[in-house]
């Protein structure tokens, strides 16, 4: 396959991605806005009452472990706070917005939403100045693979090809990928954020989570997301059983004010919550 056939075919990929709802876009208009507030994301989300569903049912999961469960957008916002109703909103209606490929969905939305968890903790944890807002590493946790499936949907069938690579040359399935398309599914990121209009620390999770120190704008938020992948994967939740571990250098740990030492002892106290994110993919109605 030459260049321009794998070009057309990926953007042929993008393009089923579907566009967004317009509640979600907005969602992400108010992402880092210093403008924005409780009342302007009830008042969007009361248009929709589909997602407020979905998005009451993932609130009230055993993920939040709320002690009591509510029953409208305002009371989630005041127990959960606006910005972890933000991402809520944002995932039901990404994970909405994607189509079915040959990937196994539940194994992919259980890994996205495990880095998602662990990326959130991470940014919690963290004692730098530019530490981004844990929501937001939260969102760049559920976006960082969707390149996976416009590969899947762009290449019926390559997923064997890619784990046959990525066994007989002991490779992550980045450079599995790249070997067969000459692109990879974190490449195709800075696709779908053009396609989805988002902001530019989720388009740099996706596009350098495999590359973290390549990344010269937000770099903070894709090593955040670099190591919550790799926290995803210890905890046995890859894409699909046999992947092996994405590997990244230890000097990543240094620009987030971390070392080896203190990122193994964040990933033991990850690593007992991890289980969590099944309750949150239940909600989520993905099957
Ligand atoms: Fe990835
Ligand atoms: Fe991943």
Same mark, same amino acid.
């Given at each position: 396959?030459?260049?321009?056939?794998?070009?057309?075919?990926?953007?042929?990929?993008?393009?089923?991605?579907?566009?967004?709802?317009?509640?979600?876009?907005?969602?992400?208009?108010?992402?880092?806005?210093?403008?924005?507030?409780?009342?302007?994301?009830?008042? /969007?989300?009361?248009?929709?009452?589909? $997602?407020?569903?979905?998005?009451?049912?993932?609130?009230?999961?055993?993920?939040?472990?709320?002690?009591?469960?509510?029953?409208?957008?305002?009371?989630?916002?005041?127990? $959960?706070?606006?910005?972890?109703?933000?991402? #809520?909103?944002?995932?039901?209606?990404?994970?909405?917005?994607?189509?079915?490929?040959? /990937?196994?969905?539940?194994?992919?939305?259980?890994?996205?939403?495990?880095?998602?968890?662990?990326?959130?903790?991470?940014?919690? @944890?963290?004692? *730098?100045?530019?530490?981004?807002?844990? !929501?937001?590493?939260?969102?760049?946790?559920? $976006?960082?693979? #969707? %390149?996976?499936?416009?590969?899947?949907?762009?290449?019926?069938?390559?997923?064997?090809? #890619?784990?046959?690579?990525? @066994?007989? @040359?002991?490779?992550?399935?980045?450079?599995?990928?790249?070997?067969?398309?000459?692109?990879?599914?974190?490449?195709?990121?800075?696709?779908?954020?053009?396609?989805?209009?988002?902001?530019?620390?989720?388009?740099?999770?996706?596009?350098?989570?495999?590359?973290? /120190?390549?990344?010269? %704008? !937000?770099?903070? *938020?894709?090593?955040?997301?670099?190591?919550?992948?790799?926290?995803?994967?210890?905890? @046995?939740? %890859?894409?699909?059983?046999?992947?092996?571990?994405?590997? *990244?250098?230890?000097?990543?740990?240094?620009?987030? %004010? $971390?070392?080896?030492?203190?990122?193994?002892? /964040?990933?033991?106290?990850?690593?007992?919550?991890?289980?969590?994110?099944?309750?949150?993919?239940?909600?989520?109605?993905?099957?």
């Amino acid at each position: 396959m030459n260049n321009e056939t794998i070009n057309r075919l990926v953007e042929a990929g993008v393009q089923r991605l579907r566009p967004l709802p317009a509640v979600a876009a907005r969602l992400l208009a108010l992402v880092n806005s210093p403008y924005s507030s409780a009342d302007d994301v009830a008042a /969007l989300m009361e248009k929709d009452p589909a $997602l407020t569903g979905t998005v009451l049912k993932m609130a009230n999961s055993a993920f939040y472990g709320m002690p009591r469960s509510v029953s409208n957008v305002n009371a989630a916002i005041v127990v $959960l706070g606006f910005n972890a109703v933000r991402s #809520i909103a944002l995932t039901s209606a990404i994970a909405g917005a994607v189509p079915v490929g040959s /990937l196994d969905a539940k194994k992919f939305w259980k890994h996205s939403v495990t880095v998602a968890a662990a990326a959130k903790f991470i940014a919690g @944890k963290l004692d *730098i100045v530019n530490a981004p807002d844990s !929501e937001t590493a939260f969102c760049a946790g559920i $976006l960082h693979d #969707i %390149g996976r499936i416009v590969l899947d949907i762009s290449f019926p069938g390559s997923l064997k090809e #890619i784990r046959r690579i990525t @066994k007989e @040359k002991f490779v992550p399935t980045h450079r599995a990928e790249f070997e067969l398309f000459g692109v990879n599914h974190n490449r195709v990121g800075s696709r779908i954020a053009e396609r989805w209009g988002l902001p530019p620390e989720l388009e740099c999770a996706m596009v350098y989570h495999h590359e973290p /120190l390549a990344c010269e %704008g !937000e770099q903070i *938020i894709a090593l955040i997301t670099a190591f919550a992948d790799v926290f995803a994967h210890r905890v @046995k939740c %890859g894409t699909y059983d046999d992947e092996p571990v994405p590997l *990244i250098p230890l000097s990543c740990a240094a620009p987030l %004010g $971390l070392d080896t030492e203190k990122i193994e002892s /964040l990933f033991n106290e990850f690593e007992k919550t991890a289980a969590n994110s099944s309750a949150y993919i239940d909600a989520m109605g993905i099957s």
